[in-house]
């Protein structure tokens, strides 16, 4: 069974960058044909996709947080890492990574394991 979970800060102040890790176990971020993204909740609202890597270490994200964004990985230790620069308190949300097939990491839908998400407050 494929495992996730998340980790990092609680709390990063305004205008510092975000850094998150997602740790994967029962199963490798480089096997065909899965693709690893990072989602976000804010409160009381719906889930926000921003970014993904691929099995072979392609990287997209959102249009609408490119500008801030940054995806990596570590593959001997099987973790993939987002960083998202120069945040405000409008960042303040639920952080999750998950698992799709890659021909489904754009519909939210699609992903089968998700972490159990860390809380991310941005505030000075």
Same mark, same amino acid.
């Given at each position: 069974?494929? &495992?996730?979970? #998340?980790?990092?800060? =609680?709390?990063?102040?305004?205008?510092?960058?975000?850094?998150?890790?997602?740790?994967?176990? /029962?199963?490798? @971020?480089?096997?065909?044909?899965? !693709?690893?993204?990072? @989602?976000? &909740? *804010? *409160?009381?609202?719906?889930?926000?996709?921003?970014?993904? @890597?691929?099995?072979? =270490?392609?990287?997209?994200?959102?249009?609408?947080?490119?500008?801030?964004?940054? @995806?990596?990985?570590?593959?001997?230790?099987?973790?993939?890492?987002?960083?998202?620069?120069?945040?405000? *308190?409008?960042?303040?949300?639920?952080?999750?990574? !998950?698992? !799709?097939?890659? #021909?489904?990491? /754009?519909?939210?839908? #699609?992903?089968?394991?998700?972490?159990?998400?860390?809380?991310? !407050?941005?505030?000075?």
């Amino acid at each position: 069974q494929v &495992q996730l979970q #998340e980790s990092g800060p =609680g709390l990063v102040k305004p205008s510092q960058t975000l850094s998150l890790t997602c740790t994967v176990s /029962g199963g490798s @971020i480089t096997t065909s044909y899965y !693709a690893w993204s990072w @989602i976000r &909740q *804010p *409160p009381g609202k719906g889930l926000e996709w921003m970014g993904v @890597i691929t099995y072979d =270490g392609s990287t997209y994200s959102s249009p609408s947080l490119k500008s801030r964004t940054s @995806i990596s990985r570590d593959t001997y230790k099987n973790q993939f890492s987002l960083q998202l620069s120069s945040v405000t *308190p409008e960042d303040t949300d639920k952080y999750y990574c !998950a698992r !799709a097939r890659t #021909e489904g990491w /754009g519909k939210l839908y #699609e992903y089968d394991y998700w972490g159990q998400g860390t809380q991310v !407050a941005v505030s000075s």
